[in-house]
């Protein structure tokens, strides 16, 4: 079983569990601990209650209540919290109006992403060791591949 990360708190955020789950272990195995949430009602509520370091939200497709989520979480949380947004449709006027610190298009090298919240949220950048495999944001594919699999496989 995986030690519990102690890093900085995440807040994951997309309506594709699978999503969640991809960037959460990516997350878990670089020093921070995610918080998964499903898109919906309660997010805001979860934001308040749990006050992330910084909130990863994935959008498969623009909304009309994307605009609307945005701004509640910047109502609900401290100002210093950033918003990243990872998405296909990152060239969408909808998706551009958001008020959001970061845009990533997707699909992107997840290093990339990793490096993008340790440099919103200053978090010491220290490669993390599991099961005798050291991930760094400069993975080649095959590796964050292997990282992949052995996350859905629980082998993390």
Request: glycine share 4%.
């Amino acid at each position: 079983m995986p030690k519990t990360p102690t890093g900085p708190l995440v807040l994951v955020i997309s309506s594709d569990v699978s999503a969640i789950r991809f960037f959460s272990a990516f997350l878990r195995v670089s020093g921070y601990t995610p918080y998964d949430c499903l898109y919906g009602p309660e997010i805001v509520t979860v934001a308040r209650e749990r006050q992330p370091s910084l909130i990863l939200l994935a959008l498969e497709a623009p909304g009309n209540n994307d605009l609307l989520l945005v701004q509640q979480l910047h109502q609900a949380m401290p100002q210093t919290c950033p918003i990243l947004l990872v998405t296909e449709q990152s060239n969408d006027p909808q998706i551009q109006a958001l008020d959001v610190t970061t845009i990533i298009p997707w699909p992107c090298e997840i290093g990339k992403v990793v490096e993008q919240i340790d440099a919103l949220i200053g978090h010491l950048k220290q490669p993390v060791e599991r099961k005798g495999f050291l991930y760094r944001a400069d993975n080649p594919p095959s590796e964050v591949l292997e990282i992949r699999r052995r996350y859905f496989s629980n082998d993390l």
